[in-house]
């Protein structure tokens, strides 16, 4: 009888913990993702910002700086595969003389110059760091890295622009798709740096 009930006792005990796991694992970070959800609303785009953010719920993206820095990254990333694919029907269509190719060929170079100010503005965001003795240069910084968003921005709305009209091959509809993305992703990682600049700003400001 003793054993029964120590076995009894034994397996609710046990439940109640793999219960208690299992509810861990699906509402890890809770905060996080709300944080992100908020977040994301002060962009143009908050739909595909909390899509392409929320894979990052689970990890330790918790104040304005690092939510901005993950953006950037998606927004890069994202940038990165795009030139690839225009790289690969930009060398099919230059096989064949197509007349396609000038137009691609232009918002192939502005992808580039997107890609490069994205990184820029990466790794200028890395070196915030108030206690570095960075405030006098603070809003430098602030400003080139606001700066090279926006002209990466810039530069995929006018490759954008290269495809005008609704009327066009499946292979410029791709493209056109997949760089309007670039631009969604960057004016939302634009839009989360203004969020953290702001903040940073005003903390800023309150230092006697």
Known sequence: MVFFFLFIFYYINLSTVESSMARARHFKHPDTKAFIEVSCQTTLYPALCIK????????????????AQVALTVSL????????????????????K????????????????????LSHSIRELRRFDLKAGMIDDLFWHIDNVDTWISAALTDASNCVDEFPGHRMSKMKATIKGKVMNVAQLTSNALALFHRYAARYRSATNKKP
Do not use: F, G
């Open 52 to 67: 392409c953010l929320a894979r990052y719920a689970n990890s330790n993206v918790r104040n304005e700086q690092q939510l």
């Open 77 to 96: 990333y994202k940038a990165r595969s795009t030139r690839l694919y225009m790289l690969k029907v930009a060398k099919e269509l230059e096989s064949i």
């Open 98 to 117: 197509s007349k396609e190719c000038p137009a691609l060929r232009d918002c192939l170079q502005q992808i580039d110059d997107s890609i490069n100010q």
